[in-house]
C-alpha cells in the first residue's frame, strides 16, 4: 500500500496532466473521434471580421487631405481604366495575392581566443653569496614559478531555406483613415484525407496592386502568412497530447 505522503504528488500530478490534455486539444479529440473514417470537414464561408477574435487594425494616420481633380479630364486620378477602376478599393472587394516565398540565409561564424602567462621569480646569490649567513642554508634559485594557459573556441552556423510560391484570393476587410486597405484571404484544398491551408493577411497600398488586380507578397505590410493543414499525415507528425504535456511540465 502506497504512504499516504506519496500519493497526494502523484495524484496532483495526474491531474495537473489530465488538465493540461483537455486543455490541449480535448474537444478536438472528441471531434476527431467522431470523424474517424471521414474526410476532414472544410471551413464554411465566413465573414472575417465576425471570426472570435477578430480585432480592426489602427495604424497612425496623417491628417486628412481634401481630393483634388483634374478639371477637363476624362480621367479621374488614380484610375487605370477608361471608365472605372477595376483594382479593389472598398470593402468587399476582391484581388489576388501572388505568395512569393523564396528566403535562405546562411551564416557561419568561429571566435578563437588564446592566452598564456608565465611568471618566475628568484635569488641566485645574497650579497655575492651562494648561503645565507649564520644559517649556511643554500639559497633557492626559483622562489616562485607560475604557469596558466586559456584558450576557447566557439562556433555557430545558420543554413536555412524557405520557398512558397502560389495564388490566393483575398477579400478586403477594412480601410484605413488614408486609403490603404487590410484584406484577409483564406484557401483551403483536400487531397484524399488531409486538407492544406493557406491564409494570408496584412495591409497593402492600392498603388501597389496592378493592373490585373493582383499584388505581391513583398508589398503586404504587416504580412501574416500561414501555411499548414489537418489530417492523417499531420496528425501522425505530431506529437500525442501526454508528450506534450510532459514537455512543458518537466524540468529536464
Known amino acids: 500500500m502506497m ?6 504528488p502523484r495524484l ?11 486543455s490541449l486539444g480535448g474537444c478536438a479529440a472528441i471531434d476527431r473521434l467522431a470523424n474517424i473514417g471521414e474526410q476532414p470537414r472544410l471551413s464554411a464561408i465566413s465573414n472575417p471580421t465576425a471570426q472570435p477574435g477578430y480585432r480592426p487594425v489602427h495604424m497612425p494616420m496623417p491628417l486628412p487631405q481634401p481630393a483634388s481633380y483634374s ?16 483594382r479593389a478599393h472598398q470593402v468587399g472587394d476582391i484581388l489576388t495575392v501572388t505568395v512569393n516565398l ?6 557561419a561564424n568561429e571566435t578563437q581566443r588564446s592566452r598564456e602567462n608565465k611568471e618566475d621569480s628568484g635569488i641566485d646569490n645574497f650579497f655575492g653569496k651562494s648561503k645565507l649567513p649564520l644559517t649556511g642554508v643554500p639559497i633557492p634559485g626559483r622562489l616562485l614559478t607560475a604557469d596558466s ?9 545558420v543554413n536555412r531555406s524557405e520557398a512558397l510560391i502560389t495564388n490566393v484570393a483575398a477579400v478586403v476587410t477594412q480601410v484605413l483613415p488614408n486609403g490603404n486597405l487590410v484584406v484577409e ?12 491551408e493557406l491564409v494570408v493577411a496584412g495591409i497593402v497600398r492600392p498603388e501597389d496592386i496592378q493592373s490585373d488586380n493582383t499584388i505581391d507578397s513583398t508589398k503586404i505590410a504587416e504580412a501574416r502568412i500561414a501555411y499548414g493543414g489537418r489530417g492523417q499525415i499531420t496528425d501522425v507528425q ?8 510532459f514537455d512543458i511540465l518537466l524540468p529536464f
Open 3 to 8: 504512504h499516504p505522503r506519496l500519493a497526494h
Open 12 to 22: 496532483a500530478f495526474a491531474a495537473l496532466a489530465l488538465i493540461g490534455v483537455n
Open 71 to 86: 478639371p477637363n479630364s476624362l480621367w479621374r486620378n488614380g484610375s487605370r481604366a477608361f471608365f472605372k477602376d477595376q
Open 102 to 107: 523564396n528566403d535562405k540565409a546562411v551564416i
Open 149 to 157: 594557459t586559456a584558450s576557447s573556441d566557439g562556433k555557430g552556423s
Open 185 to 196: 484571404g483564406k484557401q483551403e484544398v483536400r487531397v484524399n484525407f488531409e486538407v492544406r
Open 238 to 245: 505530431q506529437p500525442r497530447y501526454g508528450q506534450q504535456v
